[in-house]
């Protein structure tokens, strides 16, 4: 029979190493697993993802957390959906929401009856039937209430600074039991067998485990370069590998949405936050260059920038 796990060790910190040491100490909680930690304060944190979707509830229930106090924490706000702009034409837009709009008519699907609706309307759009892309384009939030009413089926999503994300998961972990090593992995020690069996850190230091855990992000050293796990290769389908992100102040109360402004090479983020709203450009090295891509995101800010536009690409992915 194989050795029963008693010590899971997570390669890396930030948002994804954080979620993942305390989901394990969640699950674990009542049982005798240790787990530990491992990253370094030289190895910065790439921090774009501010946007997410409705299923960071579900981590968020599992964790225990308090809402109210997650959102406090993280300077975060509220998001019914996503606005595309400028996707299906130039100057055009429509608003993705997360629930779904209109009533099913018993057994047929609402957006049957639309359509067919949609047929002598052209005008009308199917976000006039969506209380949360009608209550965004107001700038209107609140959280689902009441029973058999529209109010209940509300579903939403949040925007927060990721890097206190991973702060406040870190306080819930180490809470929990984690324990945290400050150190940079020099080298990835393996098994005859090729199995992992430890981490050397720096100055002289090792971690031994029996389950690790690769969150060092784009450099991947557990699974790429120890494993030799390759880079599966998806460009013919997503040919954007590079992305400039850089945060303005906030100018006005925040919406609750994401809006992505399709470019010629690419998309612009704006991500709305308590405290500055978080805007970048992803777009494909094969289609512009780095000093017309960081132009275009510079000059279609809606505020005064707050710091210099910061690469958050894959160099050494970008085609020739």
């Known amino acids: 029979m194989p050795e029963p796990i008693r010590k899971i060790v997570v390669a890396g910190g930030g948002t994804a190493g954080w979620m993942t040491a305390a989901w394990f100490a969640r699950l674990l909680q009542d049982t005798p697993v240790e787990i530990v930690l491992v990253e370094s304060d030289e190895i910065g944190i790439v921090g774009v993802g501010e946007a997410t979707t409705p299923y960071l509830h579900v981590f968020n229930q599992v964790m225990g957390i308090n809402e109210d106090d997650f959102v406090r924490f993280t300077r975060g706000t509220f998001k019914f959906g996503i606005e595309f702009v400028n996707w299906g034409r130039v100057g055009g837009a429509y608003h993705h929401p997360f629930g779904a709009p209109g009533r099913d008519y018993g057994p047929l699907p609402f957006h049957s009856v639309w359509l067919r609706h949609a047929l002598a309307n052209s005008s009308d759009t199917l976000e006039s039937y969506n209380l949360q892309s009608l209550a965004a384009r107001h700038g209107k939030f609140m959280r689902p209430s009441g029973a058999n009413s529209p109010l209940a089926d ?32 020099e ?134």
Request: glycine residues 10%; contains cysteine.
């Open 154 to 185: 509300l579903t939403y999503a949040f925007h927060f600074d990721a890097s206190l994300y991973a702060r406040y998961l870190r306080q819930i972990s180490e809470a929990a039991g984690v324990r945290r090593i400050e150190g940079r992995i």
């Open 187 to 320: 080298q990835v020690r393996l098994t005859a067998d090729g199995a992992i069996e430890g981490l050397s850190l720096n100055e002289g230091r090792s971690v031994d485990g029996d389950l690790f855990i690769d969150c060092t992000g784009f450099r991947s050293l557990l699974l790429g370069e120890a494993l030799g796990v390759g880079f599966e290769d998806w460009s013919h389908w997503l040919p954007c590998d590079r992305a400039w992100a850089v945060p303005t102040a906030r100018d006005g109360a925040p919406l609750p949405f994401t809006r992505s402004t399709a470019r010629s090479a690419g998309w612009q983020w704006r991500i709305p936050l308590q405290h500055r709203t978080g805007n970048g450009y992803v777009h494909s090295s094969g289609y512009t260059d780095d000093q017309a891509a960081v132009d275009t995101l510079m000059q279609t800010l809606g505020g005064p920038a707050l710091a210099e536009p910061i690469l958050k690409g894959r160099p050494w992915l970008t085609r020739a």
